[in-house]
């Protein structure tokens, strides 16, 4: 009768499975289980930055001509087209791309955060079982990694929309940062920070929980894994649509208060900038640009989610 012992190894199979294996005398091993390791917080961060710099280098083009329709009235008139055709006629292919090196360094601080904290704080508000989360419990989780993505990338955002709003030859980084901190001092990267945090509350609330929520009703009716490439990609249009429709408001009002004059102070804060608009310019101006910011929001979160999904694959992690 042979006698044998076992000992108990962990091998590493793959960036986050852990593998338990059991060695024999006759030197033999027989695989025992495999166990998914929770993914680092930093790990979540840097696939959601990668993510989002790979997708705002496509898009950035859509974020320029939305802009400028948001602050005139004569870019408004013209539509996308028009807008784009005036762009380039005027200054060049390279406009549609001004600011984007802001906008890497803001996807990389304010998306990073507001997409990889998305999970561990789903963890914080409850979410731990399928009957303990509930769609008001993504929201929440969404908006309070929103609002934290916002505090880092707020300097960042008040230069991309500086650049994107100059007309003229590509303003640099440097210089715009430079101005700013001249005329306006430290607070002047943190311009429009109340109406910034409260949209990427709502963005980030509305863009995940409906997300999630529609990844349930995709698979209830296809009948595919939540890691199916098609059921992420439905989901991920769908969430664009509704991100869209909550709002559109809000980033018209950051837009005004960031793009506000160095030596004039039109609006004093969110609220005021919402009241003048409604009184002077009627409440829909507070949706003008709909169409240009669902086709940003459209493919740049279809991509962005798509990409972070896949790349969680990648590294052993299960579909959100």
Excluded at 280 to 299: D, H, M, Q, V
Aim: include cysteine.
């Amino acid at each position: 009768q042979r006698v044998s012992f076992h000992t108990f190894v962990s091998v590493l199979r793959a960036p986050n499975s852990v593998t338990t294996m059991s060695l024999n005398t006759n030197g033999r091993q027989t695989v025992i289980a495999t166990a998914a390791m929770q993914p680092s917080l930093l790990q979540q961060v840097g696939m959601a930055g990668t993510a989002a710099v790979i997708t705002v280098t496509f898009i950035h083009p859509i974020d320029v001509i939305k802009t400028r329709i948001q602050i005139s009235s004569e870019y408004g008139a013209l539509g996308m087209g028009g807008t784009a055709k005036k762009i380039v006629g005027a200054e060049g292919m390279s406009a549609l791309w001004k600011g984007v090196n802001a906008a890497w360094l803001r996807e990389s601080s304010y998306t990073s955060l507001r997409l990889g904290l998305y999970e561990p704080c789903k963890v914080a508000f409850g979410c731990t079982t399928p009957e303990s989360t509930t769609f008001l419990k993504k929201f929440a989780a969404g908006s309070a990694a929103g609002a934290l993505g916002s505090l880092a990338g707020n300097p960042f955002d008040v230069l991309k929309t500086k650049m994107m709003a100059t007309e003229g030859a590509v303003p640099s980084i440097s210089g715009t940062a430079k101005d700013l901190f001249k005329n306006q001092g430290v607070q002047g990267f943190y311009r429009g920070i109340d109406s910034n945090i409260a949209r990427a509350m709502v963005l980030n609330g509305t863009k995940m929980a409906c997300y999630d929520q529609a990844k349930g009703v995709v698979v209830d009716v296809t009948g595919l894994s939540k890691s199916s490439l098609l059921v992420q990609f439905l989901s991920a249009a769908s969430a664009g649509f509704f991100m869209t429709c909550t709002v559109s408001p809000f980033d018209m009002i950051r837009t005004r208060l960031m793009n506000q004059p160095a030596d004039a102070k039109i609006y004093s804060n969110a609220a005021d900038c919402l009241m003048k608009i409604v009184k002077n310019e009627g409440p829909l101006t507070l949706w003008r640009g709909f169409i240009p910011i669902w086709s940003r929001f459209a493919p740049t979160t279809t991509i962005q989610l798509v990409i972070f999904e896949q790349l969680r694959g990648l590294m052993g992690m299960k579909s959100l």
